[in-house]
Every structure is written in structure tokens, then in C-alpha cells.
């Protein structure tokens, strides 16, 4: 079993997101990642997103990816502690719902405590055949 990583510093502003977006993508085509890669982008694009709308200040995203035994693995690392969260839907309010997005999409998805900030991360499984 071979296992695949990269890992990808970002800054905390909007440009971010579609550079880490193509990244995934990139990494995803070199690695011949069987996942959709339109899942990932997607998801990708709320962790990174939710960095840049709600972490203030000089901190580094970063961007993990490790494909072992066919699941891929993609973390966003960033400086702040606050844990994301699942809103339900709420006609009201035209944002928040990028975590849902997570949940729904994602095999697994989950936060945790990193350097005294957080990591969170989505698994995105193999194919069903």
C-alpha cells in the first residue's frame, strides 16, 4: 500500500480559495484519485472559505491531503480554536450552510484540537463499483 501526501500554506484571504481548489484538483489527476473530484473541489471550498471569512489576523491556512488505500484524506489547518458548525437550513439566512454541505457529502468529517488551533478534515471514500 503506497500512501500519497502534500501539504499546502496558504494565506488567509480570498485568493485562497480557488488556488486551493486547483491544488486538490491537480494533486487529485496526478495521484489518478478514483473520487470525484467535483465532491472534493466543493468541499474544499467551505473549509477554505470558512478560514477566510472567520479567522482574522496573520494565520497560515494549510492544506493536507494523503490518499492511502484508496480514501482520501483532506484537512484545513488554521490558528483559530473555534470549531466549525452544523447549521440546519434556514431560509432567512442566505449563509451557513457550508457544514451541512460537509456532513452530507463527505463518508466522514470531523475537528479536532491542533497546535492551538484546529484541523478540520473530510475522508472521501473509493468509488462503489
Given at each position: 500500500m503506497?500512501?500519497?501526501?502534500a501539504a499546502?500554506?496558504l494565506p488567509?484571504v480570498p485568493?485562497?480559495v480557488p488556488a486551493a481548489?486547483h491544488?486538490?484538483?491537480?494533486?487529485?489527476?496526478?495521484?489518478?484519485a478514483?473520487?470525484?473530484?467535483?465532491d472534493?473541489a466543493?468541499?474544499?471550498?467551505?473549509?477554505?472559505s470558512?478560514?477566510?471569512d472567520?479567522?482574522?489576523?496573520?494565520?497560515?491556512?494549510?492544506?493536507e491531503?494523503?490518499?492511502?488505500?484508496?480514501w482520501?484524506?483532506?484537512a484545513v489547518?488554521?490558528?483559530?480554536a473555534?470549531r466549525p458548525?452544523?447549521?440546519?437550513?434556514?431560509t432567512?439566512?442566505?449563509r451557513g450552510?457550508?457544514?451541512l454541505l460537509?456532513?452530507?457529502?463527505?463518508d466522514r468529517?470531523g475537528?479536532?484540537?491542533?497546535?492551538g488551533g484546529k484541523?478540520?478534515w473530510?475522508?472521501?471514500?473509493?468509488?462503489?463499483a
Amino acid at each position: 500500500m503506497t500512501t500519497l501526501t502534500a501539504a499546502v500554506d496558504l494565506p488567509p484571504v480570498p485568493r485562497s480559495v480557488p488556488a486551493a481548489r486547483h491544488a486538490l484538483r491537480e494533486l487529485l489527476a496526478a495521484w489518478d484519485a478514483p473520487q470525484d473530484r467535483d465532491d472534493a473541489a466543493l468541499l474544499v471550498t467551505e473549509l477554505v472559505s470558512n478560514v477566510v471569512d472567520h479567522v482574522a489576523g496573520e494565520a497560515v491556512i494549510r492544506l493536507e491531503l494523503e490518499y492511502s488505500d484508496g480514501w482520501l484524506r483532506v484537512a484545513v489547518v488554521d490558528g483559530s480554536a473555534v470549531r466549525p458548525v452544523v447549521r440546519e437550513l434556514d431560509t432567512g439566512r442566505p449563509r451557513g450552510r457550508g457544514m451541512l454541505l460537509v456532513q452530507l457529502v463527505a463518508d466522514r468529517w470531523g475537528a479536532e484540537d491542533h497546535e492551538g488551533g484546529k484541523r478540520v478534515w473530510f475522508d472521501l471514500g473509493p468509488p462503489a463499483a
